[in-house]
């Protein structure tokens, strides 16, 4: 085998295998300008193959043939490459493509020689090259030395094609020239590889620190949790720590943390959740959290289950939402339903059944006056304590079905306080217990006098029923982020969980002879007044925080 034969061999080897790589990039990636390069290797591997009969040698016509597939491969480099950088190629390859091709083969058709037959042709694939350097040096968004290595090649490839029509009859040097250009071609090939696999690496970079900063900075809750082959928390976006007061590191330390958040009546979700995350993941899961200082909020998860190749889930993303403020939309629309039914039932019956007391107390208080019915003076005490327990009854439904207009006044909310402070002073002092007020200087507000003074009332009379003698009930005002705020605390036993959830609604009560009203009116007066009612309780007591807007 001569020197001559075996670096045709050594560059279509290297060219087949440029050739192999690129069809496979191009089945992984679909990418279309890697289908045309691929395209455009293999041509250029399948003409290389008529290169084991010298140029000079070869017939005209198939030389012809051959300078016209050569002139149409380099046209669609062109395009490939454009599309890489992602600009329009230009009609004057095209143009100057067929200039050529029709020049080679006019001069072909008057018997020229091979300098001037093919030196127009060999200037056209020269410049491709060199247009090749230019677009890696001045496009190429890239800071490794790769693309100088690929634009020398590119340089060194079309300075090596404008000699081919001075050397090709050079028949010693005909070898090399296939080895030099063989060279250049794989580093451009090799090189262009690294370039594509540079880019593609740093885009998924930025898709990656994009895709994070969105679940790092959304304001939802984003986690994946992995089942198979062990249980873990795989990521867990930082939003959970403004939603739980964990950080994400303290999840990622203790996996099973998340879970163990949940309330326990809602725990029976956690279970299903594991144990059949398909089923689970057909609509959205609401239930209860507790927080790191205690607090409960209410959450919904929506959750994607990550399937194998199986159809077993291995793992599944979730969504975490905070809805408290939704869920109290919600309990503040269920209260005022309710009211409006006690109001218009209170409408109907109130004022029929206030009537006949109102006549039978009468008949009781002439028949306690009788001296013939003394021995009975106990029992018509009784009957009428029964009966003014019965028209507070009446009353406070009234209270709850009346739609007057409220007559805001600007006022100060210490004033309307002090006014009736000896009132409730007093008893407190009659039930073995005490009242402390604490104010601090406020701006005036409006508010309807009347109103404010019920729902005050309404407050301290819950505190004192549900303390022992000896008791205090604090009053606090105080004025807080442009904010008015009246705060009742009290020393009882506290508010049982499941009446605080449902504190305000009508007919709720833990006492054994309340109505479950006096709440209701309260709630039903700040709602008037724009005011939001916080409450905190405990086994060492109650406060109610009633917080009105000053602006």
């Not at 004057?92 to 030196?119: M, Q």
């Not at 050397?167 to 040097?173: E, T």
């Not at 082959?229 to 999840?251: A, R």
Request: with cysteine.
């Amino acid at each position: 085998m001569t020197f001559y034969e075996l670096s045709i061999i050594a560059t279509l080897s290297a060219t087949f295998a440029v050739v192999c790589v690129y069809f496979f990039l191009f089945w992984l990636y679909r990418q279309t300008y890697i289908g045309l390069w691929a395209v455009f290797w293999l041509i250029h591997f399948v003409t290389q193959i008529f290169y084991r009969t010298p140029l000079h040698q070869i017939p005209t016509p198939v030389f012809a043939g051959i300078q016209f597939i050569l002139i149409a491969n380099y046209i669609l480099l062109v395009f490939a490459t454009s599309k890489f950088f992602g600009r329009k190629m230009h009609k004057g390859w095209y143009y100057w493509g067929i200039a050529v091709t029709l020049e080679f083969n006019i001069a072909s058709f008057l018997g020229a020689s091979i300098i001037p037959k093919a030196f127009p042709s060999v200037i056209y694939i020269a410049y491709i090259y060199f247009w090749h350097a230019w677009m890696f040096i001045r496009h190429l968004d890239s800071k490794s030395w790769g693309k100088t290595v690929v634009a020398i090649a590119f340089i060194g490839s079309g300075i090596h094609t404008l000699d081919m029509p001075f050397l090709v009859s050079v028949d010693w040097f005909v070898p090399w020239g296939f080895l030099i250009s063989g060279t250049f071609r794989f580093i451009i090939s090799i090189g262009t590889l690294m370039l594509y696999v540079e880019r593609n690496f740093r885009d998924l970079v930025a898709k990656e620190n994009q895709y994070r900063l969105l679940a790092e900075n959304a304001a939802d809750t984003i986690y994946l949790y992995r089942l198979k082959p062990s249980q873990k928390l795989d990521y867990i976006s930082p939003s959970i720590s403004k939603l739980t007061g964990y950080s994400p590191n303290e999840y990622y330390e203790t996996p099973g943390l998340l879970f163990s958040l949940i309330h326990p009546s809602d725990a029976f979700w956690v279970e299903s959740l594991v144990n059949s995350p398909v089923a689970v993941s057909t609509g959205p899961l609401i239930m209860r959290l507790i927080r790191r200082d205690h607090t409960v909020i209410w959450v919904e998860q929506t959750t994607v289950p990550i399937l194998d190749d199986d159809g077993s889930c291995i793992s599944f993303e979730g969504i975490i939402r905070d809805i408290s403020t939704r869920k109290i939309l919600e309990q503040d629309v269920s209260r005022l339903d309710r009211l409006n039914t006690v109001g218009q039932m209170a409408a109907n019956v109130a004022h029929e059944i206030r009537n006949p007391l109102t006549t039978v107390k009468g008949y009781l208080q002439f028949f306690l006056k009788k001296p013939v019915f003394s021995s009975y003076h106990e029992h018509f005490t009784l009957l009428i304590t029964e009966l003014d327990r019965a028209n507070l009854i009446i009353k406070e439904y009234l209270s709850l079905c009346q739609n007057k207009s409220r007559d805001l006044n600007t006022c100060q909310l210490n004033c309307i306080i002090q006014d009736i402070y000896p009132l409730i002073k007093a008893a407190a002092n009659a039930s073995s217990m005490d009242i402390h007020y604490i104010p601090e200087t406020l701006p005036e507000i409006h508010l309807d006098e009347k109103e404010i003074r019920q729902l005050l009332l309404n407050l301290v009379r819950n505190g004192l029923e549900s303390m022992e003698p000896g008791g205090v009930v604090t009053i606090r005002t105080y004025f807080r982020n442009d904010e008015v705020v009246l705060e009742i605390q009290d020393q009882g036993t506290g508010i049982p969980p499941h009446i605080l959830e449902n504190i305000g609604k009508p007919f709720l009560t833990t006492k054994d002879t309340g109505t479950g009203l006096g709440l209701a009116v309260v709630y039903r007066i700040a709602n008037d007044h724009q005011a939001k009612i916080q409450v905190v309780s405990s086994l060492q007591g109650t406060t109610f925080h009633v917080i009105f807007k000053s602006k």
